[in-house]
């Protein structure tokens, strides 16, 4: 449409004059916000972006190839994918305590994304001199205004505040002044695939969260299986009502793993294996959630498939609990 065309145009223009011929990095996370920064700054400059993406392993299942495979493969851009993953999963053993593992994977994130960056500032007259990050407009009135000085901290969030300064860079943040919905616009008018654009929003910590207590590698592994299923379910059954897929329909659906095990049988044996609670809420702010009525033949579909399909998994629940009381992640 000509009023995106147009926005395109002249962010495409305002980026040109802001950085001239100056190197940019940009911390790519997979997430909707940094993607659609990152499109946007490469069709203005180029080359002249370079992506930094930390994979801390704890990522949903194949999501580090599909951002390589777009950014790289179809956008061209130039990505230093860094697999952190040992290093992660390494700082994470023995540790269960959640806001304990809340900092670990936000100030190790910070540690390796410092790390690149400063492999790329130091490369000479033609080192990186600015940071790009992905602020939308809520974020920008989240840290200015009083809802940051909440007395309690419920969970730390993961975010990179302050990192330009201390990288000596300046701040390059062109989707400031836009909403979510408008930066989903400016991401499909891009030539971002929709499907990617139009996610459920997805954690800094990732399944780091979403495995209670300890993380092992053992876990990620078949939550990431079982996670797969339920998204994939969540597209296919449609409400006969709207039309609508049921992942259209909820605001975040996912899988949370639970490091307990219980009996069940299969055939002629019994099993003794870990037990999956799918989660899907309905919300419009984040900050109040419903739990999403899904339909049971969907349930029974996915937990039919996960307990059949992820070996190590026998039994499936749902999580009928809304926010407040309950938040939306389980940690
Ligand atoms: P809760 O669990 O607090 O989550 O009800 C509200 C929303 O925030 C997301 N969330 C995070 N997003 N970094 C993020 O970028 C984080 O550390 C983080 N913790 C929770 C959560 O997925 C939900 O959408």
Redesign the pocket.
Known sequence: DWVMRDHIAEAVEAIRQQVGDEEVILGLSGGVDSSVAAALIHRAIGDQLTCVFVDHGLLRLNEGDMVMDMFVGQLHAKVIRVDASELFLGKLAGVSDPEAK?KIIGGEFVTVFKQEAAKLTSAGAKGAKWLAQGTIYPDVIESGGAKSKKAVT??S??NVGGLPEQLGLKLLEPLRDLFKDEVRELGVALGLPHGMVYRH?F???GLG?RILGEVKKEYADLLRRADAIFIEELHNFIDPASGKSWYDLTS?AFTVFLPVKSVGVMGDGRTYDYVVALRAVQTSD?MTADWAELPYALLKKVSGRIINEVRGINRVTYDVSS?PPA???WE
């Open positions: 809340r419920i969970k969030h993961h929003p954690p800094g910590p969260v975040q984040f926010k938040t939306i992640e």
